[in-house]
């Protein structure tokens, strides 16, 4: 269950790489990679919301989860924008501007944060590397290594210090789903890992929408929205 030291790992390395050959890179280029990448990010996460809420029986479509999902995000917005995540991450990263001196740091930092925190990847990587499935998680770091890279050349050294964010969040789920798993069945765990998957994935959508447009979404003060599924599954568990 050494995944996520791999993940942080990737990140600090494609950083590094990007960083060392940001002067041979024209800006519009990697403007240009982000954008696409965005529509990429934006196609996986609606994809994924598709497959983990769409189901066909007996010929005709049925969406399930649909009044979960819109609670989640309603609620887990709320919470965010109430406690104000997304401006505490930015006055932590404007506070390592001022430690390292070494220029504007928040938007990479926020920017990579968000994208390799948040996502089904994160999650269903981080589960199957607990059961022993280590696959999907390296996938992920070797795709976010080559991300830091196009990152870091754009937006510099914050996309550094998203490594401390990725070992501290994707650490602290690896815990988590072991402790889970110590106390439910694999099936209802991945049941439990669908129900996040469906919020996540729109959140990845939100992700990709925000390296297209200039006017971006605070997609940080979504977060919480992840945490409305785990309430309501282990609340289901337990009243019935």
């Not at 030291?5 to 519009?28: D, M, Q, S």
């Amino acid at each position: 269950m050494v995944g996520f030291l791999v993940n942080a790992i990737g990140v600090i390395v494609g950083g590094l790489i990007g960083l060392l050959f940001r002067k041979f890179i024209k800006k519009e280029y990697c403007d240009a990679v982000l954008k696409g990448m965005g529509i990429v990010v934006a196609l996986v996460g609606l994809f994924g919301v598709i497959e983990n809420t769409v189901t066909l029986v007996d010929g005709k479509i049925s969406f399930e989860g649909s009044l979960l999902l819109i609670i989640s995000i309603g609620v887990g917005t709320f919470i965010g924008e109430t406690l104000k995540i997304d401006d505490h991450l930015n006055n932590f990263a404007i506070k390592l501007e001022e430690k390292v001196n070494k220029g504007k740091i928040s938007e990479g930092f926020i920017t990579a944060t968000a994208l390799y925190c948040v996502g089904a990847m994160t999650i269903i990587g981080t589960l199957n590397d607990t059961l022993g499935n280590p696959e999907t998680i390296y996938l992920k770091a070797a795709l976010d290594l080559i991300t830091s890279i196009v990152l870091a050349s754009t937006l510099g050294i914050g996309v550094l210090f998203s490594a401390a964010s990725v070992f501290v969040y994707q650490g602290l789920l690896t815990l988590v789903f072991a402790l889970i798993n110590s106390v439910i069945d694999q099936t209802s765990l991945l049941e439990l890992t669908r129900l996040i998957s469906m919020v996540g994935y729109v959140l990845v959508v939100a992700l990709g929408i925000n390296l297209i447009r200039q006017d971006k979404m605070k997609v940080t003060n979504m977060l919480p929205a992840l945490l409305i599924p785990i309430i309501y599954y282990l609340g289901t568990l337990w009243l019935g």
